[in-house]
């Protein structure tokens, strides 16, 4: 599997990465008190089926680990992702 480089583009409020020059991303909200809304995923669908969006996801719910807050998962793909990886229950609400 191809791991890709993603990064927090906070300017932007999401996680992103690029390849074969469009990008992909996963769009969050920050809402207080420490709580991370995650709105949406997108993947163009040129890039579709490569595993992009559960790398994006990943690291994004790695970032909210770390940084102690509580992630809404307002994004179906997020609230999937958390059900298939009982181990970011713990920091879902």
Do not use: W
């Not at 769009?27 to 490569?50: K, W």
């Amino acid at each position: 599997m191809t791991t890709y480089d993603i990064h927090h583009n906070e300017s932007e409020s999401q996680f992103e990465t690029s390849v074969e020059g469009q990008t992909a991303f996963a769009a969050y909200d920050l809402e207080e008190p420490n709580r991370i809304v995650f709105t949406h995923t997108i993947v163009p669908d040129e890039l579709s089926g490569r595993g992009i969006a559960g790398q994006l996801v990943k690291h994004a719910l790695d970032y909210a680990k770390e940084q102690n807050l509580t992630v809404v998962p307002q994004c179906s793909y997020v609230a999937a992702y958390i059900k298939r990886h009982p181990e970011y229950g713990e920091i879902t609400q």
